[in-house]
């Protein structure tokens, strides 16, 4: 079973970059597809980003196509999200996600992590 959590949530200025890692424990994460999830105050979690368990694919929300970049070291055993350009819209408590492949990770992940708060201000 793969365990995950979450880290480099914080508060930054419009404009500002983060980069959030989800570290993941268990021998098999290597043949998983992740993902990054966001829930905004008052509002039901959305998809953000997924990785092929290769880190050849990916897929992204409209929204931050050209601000966001997912990737995976499966030797670290982490997926990262790196957030350029950020917008006051991008608060959210930001949740990593893992499953079999990416239409799955995508609509139904089987694995959460705890969530880590990325605050921006205007």
């Known amino acids: 079973q793969v365990q995950l959590v979450e880290s480099g949530g914080g508060l930054v200025q419009a404009g500002g970059s983060l980069r959030l890692s989800c570290a993941a424990s268990g021998r098999t994460f290597s043949s998983y597809a992740m993902a990054w999830f966001r829930q905004a105050p008052g509002k039901e979690r959305d998809f953000v980003a997924a990785?092929?368990?290769?880190?050849?694919?990916?897929r992204y929300t409209d929204s931050v196509k050209g601000r966001f970049t997912i990737s995976k070291d499966n030797a670290k055993n982490t997926v990262y999200l790196q957030m350029n350009s950020l917008k006051p819209e991008d608060t959210a408590v930001y949740y990593c996600?893992?499953?079999?492949?990416?239409?799955?990770?995508?609509?139904?992940?089987?694995?959460w992590g705890q969530g880590t708060l990325v605050t921006v201000s205007s």
């Open positions: 990785i092929s368990w290769t880190g050849s694919d990916t």
């Open positions: 996600a893992a499953d079999l492949n990416l239409r799955t990770v995508k609509t139904g992940p089987g694995l």
